[in-house]
């Protein structure tokens, strides 16, 4: 069975434009979430989808940032009027079930690099 | 909001070496723990998890991590590693209620040397 899948795995841009990255989760995952990698900084959460539930937006490091989940599947973070801070490795991830007790499984993440 | 500390940011070792990795995390309540590792080239994927009962969980590969709630630790051990075992470590935590999301640490890097 396929895993998480994220695209691009690599997007280089210029600073004042937006960027869209894309997560397909594993079928049949309620949950999905982004982080962002920055080197020595770990992951960093972003923002989490529970099924048709509000999402949890706590994470997102400004208004640049937003995401949106449709018909529970496909992710799309979006990030606005990009700044070089904002180059890191974005990943996604999913869990089976609600429950704070459901492995994450992983993409391999998209390289965002603005120049 | 909880955190997590991961105090050995790069870790050098020869093979057949033991290994301990440190993760302490900040919440006064009941948690779940994770280490997760992350090979050259590939996504993070699941190393061991402590959710209740015995506090000493054993993991793939093995590896075996102890929680002691008195030190608020999770430190992840393994009595001889291999080449490879090269890879990123990283310790997360979430509470057993409210947020759904997990906390990562820094992450360690273990670089072993043949």
């Known amino acids: 069975g396929a895993g998480v899948s994220q695209s691009p795995s690599n997007k280089v841009t210029e600073k004042g434009k937006d960027v869209e990255l894309r997560c397909d989760p594993i079928s049949g995952h309620t949950a999905l979430y982004w982080y962002r990698q920055s080197l020595g900084q770990g992951l960093e959460f972003l923002i989490y989808?529970?099924?048709?539930?509000?999402?949890?937006k706590s994470g997102l490091p400004s208004d640049r940032f937003s995401a949106e989940r449709t018909g529970g599947s496909v992710s799309t973070l979006t990030i606005q009027r990009t700044q070089q801070e904002d180059s890191a490795v974005y990943l996604c991830?999913?869990?089976?079930?609600?429950?704070?007790?459901?492995?994450?499984?992983f993409g391999n993440g998209t390289r965002l690099t603005v120049t | 909001a909880q955190s997590v500390s991961q105090h050995n940011h790069h870790v050098i070792l020869s093979e057949a070496a033991s290994l301990e990795l440190g993760c302490n995390y900040s919440?006064?309540?009941?948690?779940?723990l994770f280490w997760y590792v992350q090979y050259p080239g590939q996504h993070l994927q699941l190393l061991l998890k402590?959710?209740?009962?015995?506090?000493l969980v054993k993991g793939i590969k093995g590896f075996e991590a102890e929680f002691i709630k008195s030190k608020f630790s999770f430190n992840l051990r393994k009595p001889s590693v291999q080449w490879s075992d090269t890879a990123e470590y990283f310790c997360a935590v979430n509470p057993d209620t409210g947020r759904r999301a997990l906390t990562f640490g820094s992450g360690t890097r273990l670089q072993v040397q043949p």
């Open positions: 919440y006064g309540g009941t948690v779940n």
């Open positions: 989808f529970q099924g048709n539930s509000a999402p949890d």
């Open positions: 991830a999913s869990s089976q079930r609600a429950g704070t007790n459901s492995p994450l499984h």
């Open positions: 402590y959710f209740s009962g015995d506090p």
